[in-house]
């Protein structure tokens, strides 16, 4: 085998190996861009959630609010009731 062979099967081997790099190096960049789309998805999923978070405890709030009157209401009926039977 000539020089000239041998340095251009080194030429090859050279490039190909620069190939692979960049073909790796674009997967590295997709994968990185999927990540971030994924990130960027379970960000919003978070920021949803916590809005929903906070509806539910204002509507839990108010439920409360509603059973407090409720109760009261409830004891009052009671009462005329019991007052009723006992005359």
Not at 53 to 68: F, I, P, Q, S, W
């Amino acid at each position: 085998m000539s020089k000239l062979d041998q340095s251009m099967d080194r030429f090859f081997q050279a490039l190909d190996s620069l190939e692979n790099a960049v073909n790796r190096r674009r997967i590295q960049a997709q994968s990185m861009t999927t990540l971030e789309r994924e990130l960027s998805a379970l960000r919003e999923d978070r920021a949803q959630l916590a809005e929903e978070l906070d509806r539910m405890k204002t509507h839990n709030k108010e439920l409360a609010t509603v059973t407090d009157e409720v109760g009261v209401r409830l004891d009052e009926a009671i009462g005329d009731i019991q007052g009723v039977l006992n005359e």
